[in-house]
């Protein structure tokens, strides 16, 4: 095989911009590294910016070209300023990947109003607010995939989970809207639906993590989403352990 063939398999993503929200840690980090690894110059967002900056260096360290710009993205004018970022630095977004999320898992009765807002707010309104600044350069341009890491939770009830469960299936109820709206102008818009993740996300009580999913195994399902042939589209995957935690 010619060298050049050798590197355009290895990098198929080299020339492409990627935009991971909530990717100082978790499931948002491990993709913005598999992302990196296969070429893509990759924005990252979350709020803490101490913990953002170490995540920029670390990805830096091994090889990925990444900016890093610290942002609720709850909140527009701090989306409007990643996305404005993105394009100065990089050129337009090609790959978003709507990751950011936060839990509270809690019987409906014991949930405050503020729980609802902001699980909510981020889970779902955030990644209309984000996909809203993104898309119309992606329509212009006629090319793009939008990402929404939902959840196997936006599939099945179970105590507790009111609000993140009522997120996460609003989230996909979003998703598959979102595809209808823009296929037709060449942006393919998919869900990943992980199962148990071993993350700082929750306590994950009487879960053995090492036979949770790893983080890595989302970024292997996001990697497989914008590696597909141009024609077609995978809408959702379900992502679950071989053996159950
Ligand atoms: N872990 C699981 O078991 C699991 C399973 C299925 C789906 N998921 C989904 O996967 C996604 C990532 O989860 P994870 O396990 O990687 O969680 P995690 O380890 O808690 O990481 C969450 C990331 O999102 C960022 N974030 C949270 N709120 C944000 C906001 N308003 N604006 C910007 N960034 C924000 C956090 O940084 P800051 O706190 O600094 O903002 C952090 O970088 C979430 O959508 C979650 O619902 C997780």
Known sequence: MPQGTTQAADRPLAGQVALVTGASRGIGLAIAARLGRMGARVAICARQPRALEQAAKGLRQSGTEV???PAD???PPEVAAVVERTHQAFGPIDILVNNAGISVFRPIHETTEADWDAVLGTNLKAVFLVSKAVAPEMIRRRTGHIINI???AGKNAFAGGGVYCASKWGLLGLTYCMAEDLRAH???VSAVCPGTVATEF???TGKDPSKMLQPEDVAHAVAALVTQAPQSFISEILLRPTQKP
Do not use: E, M, W
């Open 73 to 75: 993205v709850t909140r």
């Open 67 to 69: 900016l890093a710009v």
């Open 186 to 188: 060449g942006i393919r």
């Open 150 to 152: 939902s959840s196997l």
């Open 202 to 204: 929750s306590p994950h």
